[in-house]
């Protein structure tokens, strides 16, 4: 995943419904992360919610990117 990419949101959280779709305008992988190794960091990415003026984060396992392909 990466900024540009339209997706899907897996997890609902207040005001966004599961299956929701997103673009992701912004993707950060924090130097210091809760875990026992770097092995355990993830990418947190900012995505803004399309059809409202509303950006949210969320880890990459919470999202899916859409195949826009055809």
Do not use: F
């Not at 995943?1 to 912004?26: C, T």
């Not at 092995?39 to 995505?47: F, G, L, N, P, Y």
């Amino acid at each position: 995943m990466k900024p540009g990419n339209l997706i899907r949101i897996n997890r609902a959280a207040i005001g966004v419904p599961a299956g929701s779709m997103a673009l992701i305008i912004k993707s950060d992988l924090p130097e210091r992360w809760v875990g026992d190794s770097a092995e355990a960091r993830e990418v947190i990415h900012t995505v803004q919610i399309l059809g409202k003026n509303r950006t949210r984060r969320y880890l990459g396992r919470d999202l899916e990117v859409i195949n826009a392909s055809r």
